[in-house]
């Protein structure tokens, strides 16, 4: 699929949109349709990631010595969950991906989920950035063929 961009790139080629035909600017137009619902996907998913990472971390803040002992729900799926009791709370097991667990430290395990935000919310940011700029692209092309048809129809 060819990229659509703003900005000039090396390896891209830069097109004159006022010299495209209404055809080639409607599917033009799809295109650029296509990736910014896909863009929009993606924010999906990467909030979810994002909520997550940032729930995993407010739990870790209930994790401390004085807890060991104490009854908790231990999930085994979304919406099931298992009597427990927290043992040993300096050290937690946690998913970092693909079914790999990993056991940290409380302080490690934190600074894990820190770090997973911070690059969750740098890729939100940029396909924001991608999105906004796409969206000015389809704006002008939108634009563009309202022109072009306006003209048709003033010639005939």
Request: no cysteine.
């Amino acid at each position: 699929m060819a990229q659509i961009s703003a900005t000039e790139q090396k390896g891209m080629q830069q097109i004159d949109l006022t010299t495209l035909n209404i055809q080639q600017l409607s599917t033009l137009k799809q295109q650029l349709d296509q990736e910014l619902n896909l863009f929009q996907e993606s924010l999906g998913s990467l909030k979810i990631a994002q909520t997550k990472f940032q729930n995993s971390g407010e739990t870790l803040e209930k994790v401390t010595p004085e807890a060991e002992g104490k009854e908790i729900l231990v999930p085994l799926t979304g919406s099931m969950y298992v009597p427990g009791k927290l043992h040993e709370t300096n050290n937690v097991i946690i998913d970092i991906g693909t079914r790999y667990y990993v056991e940290k430290d409380i302080d490690a395990a934190k600074d894990y989920f820190q770090r997973k935000i911070k690059f969750v919310t740098e890729q939100m940011e940029k396909i924001q950035y991608l999105g906004l700029e796409k969206s000015k692209i389809r704006d002008a092309i939108v634009e563009i063929a309202e022109m072009k048809l306006a003209q048709q129809q003033q010639q005939s």
